[in-house]
């Protein structure tokens, strides 16, 4: 066995380290367990793969790739698997939560970040966190008890319905908010201090120099938490399937009901579902949409902070 | 007496009255302290710097150098823990009474720093910015050349304003920001240890922009290099231990010192 | 000198300006709380409150004159029950248990629910009930003048303590606790054993190479995939591909006259153990990476294996970060609900879980269950749920941070 190289130990330390000699046959057999336990996350990721891969290509087998992609209509029962509806839907929803969660949620970091004192944001940080842990099916729960009788009182019983892609995105903009606003937040305090002395030292007042100088600054920070954020939306399932309401439709109307690519896949799996059916296969190709879609927002935001960490370090 | 004074019936009566002759000094400290939490960095000192001249702060590292420079702008007011006593007189009005807006202060008091530190905006924005926000009426075409043919910037960027002042080099960038800080046509300038980041070349254009910039700002300078501090100034105070051990004439205090501490410190005996 | 006319007297209006978008962005961040606010009353709402009562049969009339129904003896409940009782419905109750065996409780609840049958006329939220008392009285008496106007408890411990039914006044979420219970047991069997050895192996064994790179990586990704991909992952490896496996036939199990297939509690449980490894093994490796460099060298330095230092030296050093965070992932794990949903948790059961092959409901699948239904009682059950879901959230957490204290303080004085 050759020796393991040791990347986090100081350099003095590597000749204790690379063990050859003391390396005895349980070291060994521990080791290898080690190593498989990390490898089941690539197992994992093949697993997604693997599963989505094979299904969805059973299911592109009936359907063209043509006709899903550019179908307007999602009807299995006669054949008609266009995912625009659902793909249209999750655009809405996830719309509406970047409208609540990215203006409030960088309303509340630039709040933390440039205003509240050391003890404010020990307080308000973990109410924040608090919010992040509640389970979604709460906020859907939240939003079909709450959120849509106070929407329909304002905008009127008749003009929206008791489901609606509204109330769901909006609800769903809270739960995304303290991702955002923490995301933000680091992006804030990265910029450095020299920037922010500059700013108050030409006479800036704090609003001034927060939002003129540091916002900017952190742009990039900012977009990332914007993506991931999105990301977090086109994911986002039990508000979606409870307040969104059942059953694809096509509809640029956010007073109106229409049901996400994941209230999609909850929904008929939900129900009595055979296993070789069209149906089944048809939720793995939806799936396989969202993977894709999540894997690269997920990606590009991750790219965009490993970027500006770089810069200001 | 009420030139800072926010609430003058909403009349900003210090851009009025801007003009010498209210006092004899440009700046002026009296019996100023700096705490940082319990630990004095600046012990009540009293110095006054003279208009259009430059005065040179030294001494050894840790000595309170910076922190008094910051003290005249009020720049330690932006970290937590910091308290002030003792006075700045500018226009003969305390900076530090209460109803005295700081933002106002920084204004008129500009500020270089030892790192360049320009915006992340283009090189044209990085010199517009503070005067849009306080309020320039005039052109800001005019505005951003006029200040940057002060630091001497003018023929190497002219054709490249609205590219990334990052693109700069360290010597351009503290140039730049030197420019930043005269287009909003400050009274005076703080410099701390504006060229010690830099090379020997962008020094030495900087050293030699001081002379032109006296003649229109009275210009503080705090510096780790004695030599410096010899060619460029025209006053020097010795600061050693948060206290200003001697001010005096350059040529004074450099050949002729009184205090045995500042013979000492010349003579590089420590440091 | 001439600067000051070039500027515009512009201060006061600027600090206004100020003023007002500190007050926006701290508005943001009130709006925030008062809706995690709203979010807890709303519950506390919907969970207690006045309820009008209306019995399909006249209890007066099933008993003699004067007397109640509560109370009644065996013989009078046994009396109602043969005369009222449909003859299928007397015959499948007999099956499930004789009714000579049965205790008076037993029979009076079978004369309430099966022959008085009483009905939630409307109900009333908790604030209502508070502060509006008098309205629900007119109202009650004016529309409902034979029913009862009671304060529930939806949330209760009869409510806890009891299994699933399919009526909103008798249901419970018992059936949900258990499968709750059960569930994230099998989650933390195998999360926690397999995320802390990755992470060992990241932090102590891996060299910086491309693969390992690669894994790294991997597991930032994996954590930001949508958590319903991993039911899918789920329906198809767990209860389609290892169904001998995770329905019990391969071991002979069948638990007693149910056909699970492969949905039972064993799939559910390993879905969400591959939903929060990612979660676990960034929060161990944050943990083991913040035991000092020196603790490792002077256990090297005495002699020990590497394997040895980890156990006797890292490990104990940042157990109790790794168990902070790994309970932060299971509180979120028990929260889950749409990758249960598509593995197939039962929507109705008429049996308790009693073990990894059984059929399963967890407590937020119940809770979607019962707020999709249009009833305004399930509304109320749905609240009492989530109540007992918080509390459950919250009494884990309590207990990790209870147990981290308790080794932070062994750490300083052991
Ligand atoms: N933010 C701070 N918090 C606490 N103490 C500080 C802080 N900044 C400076 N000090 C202390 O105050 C004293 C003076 O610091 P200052 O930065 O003014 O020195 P200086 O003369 O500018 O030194 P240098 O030549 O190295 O820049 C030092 O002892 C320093 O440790
Ligand atoms: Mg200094």
New interface residues.
């Given amino acids: 066995m050759k020796p393991v190289q040791t990347a986090m130990y100081p350099e003095e330390t590597r000749g204790v380290l690379s063990f050859g000699k003391r390396s005895r046959p349980h070291e060994n057999i521990i080791q290898a367990v080690l190593v498989f336990c990390a490898a089941v996350s690539i197992l994992t990721t093949l697993g997604i793969i693997v599963v989505l891969g094979t299904e969805s290509s059973a299911f592109f087998r009936e359907v063209s790739l043509r006709e899903f992609l550019t179908g307007r209509s999602w009807q299995p029962s006669i054949g008609e698997f266009g995912i625009l509806p659902l793909v249209n839907a999750t655009l809405m929803t996830s719309l509406a939560a970047m409208l609540v969660a990215l203006p409030l949620g960088l309303g509340v970091a630039v709040y933390l970040a440039e205003y509240a004192?050391?003890r404010v944001r020990e307080t308000l940080k973990p109410i924040l966190e608090v919010l992040s842990g509640v389970p979604t099916v709460v906020y859907g729960y939240f939003a079909l008890t709450v959120v849509t009788p106070a929407l329909r009182n304002l905008f009127g019983q008749d003009s929206i319905e008791v489901y609606n892609t509204l109330s769901a995105g909006l609800v769903m903009g809270v739960l995304i908010l303290p991702l955002v606003s923490s995301m933000c937040e680091d992006a804030l305090s990265a910029v450095?201090r020299?920037?922010?002395?500059?700013?108050?030292?030409?006479?800036?007042?704090k609003l001034?120099t927060s939002v003129?100088?540091i916002v900017?600054?952190a742009f990039s920070g900012i977009a990332a938490a914007f993506i991931l954020g999105l990301s977090r939306a086109v994911g986002e399932t039990m508000i979606v399937a409870l307040a969104a309401g059942a059953g694809p439709k096509l509809t640029l109307n956010p007073l109106k009901a229409a049901e996400t690519m994941t209230g999609h896949i909850v929904r008929i799996s939900g129900g009595d579902i055979s296993y070789d059916s069209m149906d089944y296969r048809s939720l793995f190709a939806i799936a396989l949409v969202l993977f894709v879609t999540t894997l690269a927002l997920n990606m590009v935001s991750r790219s965009i902070v490993k970027k500006y960490r770089e810069v200001y370090e | 007496m009420r030139l800072f004074q926010?609430n003058a019936a909403?009349?900003?009566r210090?851009?009025?009255?801007?003009?010498?002759g209210e006092s004899e000094h440009a700046l002026e400290a009296k019996d100023l302290s700096v705490f940082y939490g319990g630990f004095e960095a600046v012990k009540r000192v009293s110095i006054g710097f003279e208009r259009k001249k430059v005065t040179a702060l030294i001494g050894p590292s840790g000595c309170g150098k910076s922190t008094a420079l910051r003290a005249f702008?009020r720049?330690n007011e932006?970290i937590?823990g910091v308290r002030t006593e003792g006075e700045v007189r500018f226009h003969g009005v305390n900076v530090y009474e209460r109803d005295v807006?700081a933002?106002?202060v920084?204004?008129?008091i500009?500020?270089v720093?030892q790192?360049p530190?320009?915006?992340?905006?283009s090189i044209y924005e990085n010199i517009a910015?503070?005067?849009r926000?306080?309020?320039?009426?005039?052109d800001f075409d005019e505005l951003v050349e006029n200040s940057l043919k002060q630091v001497a910037l003018w023929d190497e960027v002219k054709d490249k304003l609205k590219e990334s002042a990052y693109a700069l080099s360290g010597g351009q960038q503290q140039r730049l920001?030197i420019a930043?800080?005269v287009a909003?046509?400050?009274?005076i300038l703080l410099m701390d240890e504006p060229t010690s980041a830099l090379d020997p070349l962008s020094t030495a254009k900087i050293e030699s922009l001081l002379d032109d910039l006296k003649k229109?700002y009275t210009i503080i300078i705090v510096t780790h290099n004695m030599q410096q501090a010899g060619r460029v100034s025209d006053k020097t105070g010795f600061m050693l231990l948060g206290e200003l051990v001697e001010y005096s004439d350059t040529k004074t205090l450099f050949f002729n010192p009184k205090d045995p501490r500042t013979e000492n410190y010349i003579s590089g005996r420590f440091g | 000198?001439?600067?000051?006319?070039?500027?515009?007297?512009?201060?006061?209006s600027?600090?206004a300006r100020g003023d007002r978008w500190r007050l926006m962005f701290m508005l943001s961040t009130m709006l925030a709380i008062v809706f995690l606010g709203a979010l807890i009353l709303t519950i506390v709402d919907d969970a207690f409150g006045y309820v009008v009562m209306v019995d399909e049969v006249d209890q007066r009339s099933l008993v003699p004159d004067g007397q109640r129904l509560e109370g009644a003896g065996a013989e009078t409940l046994r009396a109602i029950i043969d005369e009222g009782l449909s003859p299928r419905r007397y015959r499948a109750l007999e099956r499930e248990k004789p009714f000579d065996e049965r205790s008076g409780a037993d029979l009076y609840d079978i004369v309430l629910y099966e022959i008085v049958k009483p009905q939630v006329a409307e109900t009333y939220t908790l604030f209502e009930s508070l502060f509006e008392r008098k309205r629900i009285v007119e109202e009650t008496t004016r529309a409902h003048p034979d029913g009862e106007l009671i304060f529930r408890s939806w949330a209760s411990m009869r409510f806890l303590s009891t299994s699933l039914t399919a009526r909103p006044l008798t249901t419970g979420v018992l059936t949900a606790v258990k499968g709750s219970l059960l569930t994230i047991s099998i989650t933390i069997l195998f999360s926690f054993p397999i995320g802390i050895a990755a992470a060992i192996w990241l932090e102590e064994y891996a060299s910086d190479s491309r693969l390992n790179r690669f894994i790294q990586v991997n597991i930032y990704n994996l954590a930001g995939v949508p958590s319903i991909i991993y039911g899918m992952l789920g329906l198809a490896i767990f209860v389609r591909g290892l169904e001998g496996f995770t329905s019990g036939s391969a071991f002979g199990a069948s638990a007693a006259g149910e056909v699970a297939n492969g949905r039972t509690v064993l799939s559910a449980g390993l879905t969400l153990a591959l939903l929060i490894l990612p979660v676990i093994i960034i929060n161990a490796q944050e943990a083991i990476r913040a035991v000092s460099g020196s603790l490792r060298q002077s256990s090297l330095a005495v002699g020990a294996t590497k394997w040895q230092t980890i156990w006797h030296h890292v490990l104990p050093a940042s157990f109790d970060r790794i168990l902070t965070g790994a309970v932060l992932a299971v509180s979120r794990a028990i929260g889950e609900t749409a990758p249960l949903v598509v593995v197939g948790a039962s929507t109705f059961l008429t049996q308790d879980p009693s073990g990894v092959f059984s059929k399963f409901t967890t407590l937020p699948i119940q809770i979607y269950q019962w707020t999709s239904r249009p009833q305004a009682e399930f509304r109320h059950v749905a609240a009492a749920a989530i109540i007992v879901l918080l509390a459950l959230m919250l009494s884990l957490n309590a207990f990790a941070i209870i147990t981290r204290n308790r080794l932070r303080k062994q750490k300083r004085f052991g």
């Fill in positions: 004192s050391e450095p020299s920037l922010r002395e500059a700013a108050y030292a030409m006479g800036a007042t001034e003129m100088i900017p600054a | 926010k909403g009349s900003d210090l851009d009025a009255v801007i003009g010498p702008n720049m932006l937590s807006d933002v106002k920084r204004r008129w500009g500020m720093f790192k530190n320009p915006f992340s905006k910015w503070g005067a926000i306080n309020g320039y009426k005039g920001c930043r800080a909003l046509k400050p009274e229109r | 000198m001439s600067g000051s006319e070039d500027f515009a007297a512009n201060l006061a600027r600090h």
